[in-house]
């Protein structure tokens, strides 16, 4: 099956910092998405992104299907930016829905 | 609003004392299926549901049943609890694609599953 890794497993910040979080993933894929799993467990669509870029307040992802790989930017991290970051994209065999699988995360903590 | 939700949030139970876990979809989803979270395991897929009667088993099936009578509806049946089925658990939805033209799953906010 796919495999996905994120880097770097662990990241501690200061608030007002930026940060960049990778996914690699070993196949091609018709979909990725980003997650936020905050302090209470729930897990947060962040960005649906098979290719491209996209921008949504302070967070930005960008996809580069060809490569394989996958960037989460956080800029002027918060407090409230703590949590586990997962992207995860489909292993269904070419099809663009299904399973998905999970990186390991990166576990960000942001010190005020 | 859309969304995914799941009840209870919360549960402990005892080794033996059937239970359901119940998820609902207000978005019209074909696809919708089960994860369990464990520490160090990550994210494993329980079940999974095409559509309305279409059910199949992901990963880690044993100990598990499911439903899908209706297309909103897809609850999570632990016939004969045991500790070993202590985790979080979360239920996701999406349509197929064909549809709709995307994809993206939703996650309910997790069941926290404690079995004595």
């Known amino acids: 099956g796919i495999q996905v890794e994120q880097s770097p497993p662990d990241l501690i910040l200061q608030e007002g910092a930026n940060s960049t979080l990778r996914c690699n993933f070993s196949d091609s894929v018709n979909n990725l998405q980003w997650f936020h799993q905050n302090p209470w467990g729930q897990l947060i669509n962040l960005f649906y992104i098979p290719s491209g870029t996209k921008q949504n307040g302070r967070l930005s992802a960008t996809t580069v299907a060809t490569e394989r790989y996958s960037l989460l930017y956080i800029s002027s991290s918060q407090t409230t930016d703590s949590g586990v970051y997962f992207c995860a994209v489909p292993n269904a065999g070419g099809t663009s829905y299904g399973k998905l699988t999970f990186g390991q995360g990166t576990i960000l903590t942001v010190h005020p | ?116």
């Open chain 2, 1 to 116: 609003e859309a969304q995914v939700t799941q009840n209870p949030r919360y549960l402990i139970t005892v080794t033996g004392k059937k239970l359901t876990v119940t998820c609902s979809q207000n978005m019209n989803h074909e696809y919708m299926s089960w994860y369990r979270q464990d520490p160090g395991l990550g994210l494993r897929q329980i079940y999974y549901s095409m559509n309305v009667e279409v059910t199949d088993k992901g990963d880690v099936p044993e100990g598990y049943k499911v439903s899908r009578k209706e297309k909103r509806n897809f609850p999570l049946i632990l016939e004969s609890p045991s500790p070993n089925q202590t985790s979080l658990y979360f239920c996701a939805s999406s349509f197929i694609g064909l549809t709709s033209g995307s994809d993206e799953q939703y996650f309910g906010p997790g069941t926290r599953l404690t079995v004595t």
